[in-house]
């Protein structure tokens, strides 16, 4: 049997009065949104330029040597892989008879070139010779000696020449024989220099002008190891018909390993700004904006990105620095929804 208790419906009555009368809505609670702020602050973050490219030697890395004069090697001091220091005699290098002969004949040149001069000039002094005759034994003696250093240029006073390290390296190849008979400028041995590994990276022709020679990069091998700082040495003015990008040389402060791959990220200057987090932004690239908190609700604020960063963004527009800027929880806001979060009640 069910029994009815007169009081029950004035009661609950009652109540529901109070609550309209307070102004409250039953599920305005409901409608909040957990949100998670942080301070809103000014900042900076680098403007960065970002190439991919691979370890290896540089173009001007690896130097052939040469003699520009006919012999033959007559001793080798290194073999190919062997390390050796700038100023390291590599080899000796015996003249043929005929390059002999011939600084033999450049220097009697000289002599005779030189003598003939020294005697048209008394002449002339004497009034026995004219001018035109002076000015060719001038001629006639710059000739010959052009000619005399041009071949002391090219292998020396001496029978033998003796072939040195430019700089420190390796050598990497042995390109003749003991005792073969070479032609001048025939290739003697291939050194590679000691700092000759770099990254050689790709970017895209939009960059071009930005970055420039002497530029700060951190290089990030792609395998996970740690990263490692370099300088831009050098910045390609045709596209690499391979890759259709310009080529940027970056020297390392630390060893290379040929063939190993990096990204390369390239400091052209800094972005200056609102630092917010990337979890704040909201939108898609036409129409970008974030939440902050005012008297407990949220207020979209449009802004615009100016540069990015794995973890943060500096952006323009009007926030307000003493207003909390929603993180977590930005995607179910809209404006003017009330927010629960730590700090909400900062003042507008």
Request: glycine share 8%; aromatic share 4%.
């Amino acid at each position: 049997m069910m029994f009815r208790q007169p009081w029950l419906m004035p009661a609950l009555a009652a109540l529901m009065l109070a609550a309209c009368s307070r102004g409250e809505a039953p599920d305005e609670a409901a409608v909040s949104a957990a949100v998670t702020t942080v301070p809103v602050r000014q900042g900076s973050l680098p403007e960065l330029v970002v190439a991919y490219g691979t370890a290896g030697p540089s173009s001007d890395a690896t130097h052939v040597m040469n003699v520009q004069a006919a012999g033959h090697v007559a001793q080798w001091n290194v073999t190919a892989g062997l390390p050796v220091k700038r100023g390291q005699r590599l080899l000796t290098f015996a003249l043929s008879p005929s390059s002999i002969a011939a600084y033999q004949q450049a220097l009697s040149a000289q002599k005779v070139a030189a003598a003939a001069r020294a005697h048209t000039d008394e002449l002339f002094a004497q009034q026995l010779a004219t001018r035109d005759q002076k000015e060719q034994a001038d001629k006639a003696l710059q000739d010959a000696q052009a000619n005399l250093d041009a071949l002391v240029q090219q292998q020396g006073r001496q029978p033998t020449v003796e072939v040195t390290a430019p700089f420190d390296g390796t050598v990497v190849s042995v390109d003749a024989s003991q005792g073969d008979q070479l032609q001048p400028g025939a290739p003697l041995l291939t050194l590679q220099r000691g700092d000759g590994l770099v990254v050689t990276a790709g970017m895209e022709r939009s960059a071009m002008g930005r970055v420039q020679s002497g530029a700060s990069a951190t290089l990030t091998p792609l395998d996970a190891a740690g990263p490692m700082h370099g300088t831009v040495r050098r910045v390609a003015r045709a596209l690499n018909p391979h890759t259709h990008q310009l080529d940027v040389e970056v020297v390392p402060d630390g060893a290379l390993v040929s063939g190993e791959s990096f990204r390369a990220d390239i400091t052209v200057g800094q972005w200056q700004g609102w630092l917010v987090p990337r979890d704040a932004l909201q939108g898609d690239e036409a129409d970008r904006y974030v939440f902050q908190v005012a008297d407990g609700k949220a207020v979209r604020v449009p802004v615009k990105v100016l540069g990015e960063s794995d973890s943060a963004s500096v952006v323009s527009g009007a926030l307000d620095a003493h207003r909390p800027l929603v993180t977590v929880g930005a995607t179910q806001l809209d404006d003017g929804m009330a927010v629960r979060a730590p700090g909400a009640d900062a003042k507008p």
